[in-house]
């Protein structure tokens, strides 16, 4: 089995990583607990604010469905909407400034780590040190922290290398 590659990153690979780190964490236990800890916030500032007014409760109570449903599609605007609007044009940005992502970077795994070269960068990561990786039909994340992590594309990828890597990740 080969387990070597080499790939040049272009922008629709950091569209995607940027896609796939949002959706990703989006749905994990902490994220989704402080967006309810958000939204109750919000319901709490809102039921606050008109009984302070002076609104009547059955009147507020009748309000409350449509606040809330407002009160989370804004949540999820600036959450996770807002980051992938702005994206194209961050990457459009950070592509164009950092002439270390548009170099060829050659890619190597084992049972134990990661390696990524590129000319006069060089890491190897044991998987131990990954804080969490995701995957998607496009690409595997390997995070270092929350927002710092690398990509491998999975079109630099053979079906076989895919296979082999997602066997590697499991066994990790």
Known sequence: MDRKTTFTLDELDLRRAVRLHAFSGIREKRTIIRLALLWFIGMAAFVGFFSAAGMPWPEL??????VALVIVATILGFGLGLPLALSPL???RR???EKLLRLPVSASWDEAAYEAEQPGVRNR???RDYMKIREDQHAFLFFLSD????ILPKRALTQEQIA???RVLAAV
Not at 61 to 66: A, D, I, S, V
Not at 147 to 150: G, H, P, V
């Open 147 to 150: 927002y710092n992590y690398q």
């Open 61 to 66: 109570r009748g309000n409350f469905l449509p």
């Open 95 to 97: 592509f164009k400034q």
């Open 90 to 92: 961050v990457i459009r």
């Open 164 to 166: 082999d890597l997602q």
């Open 125 to 127: 990561f044991a998987w």
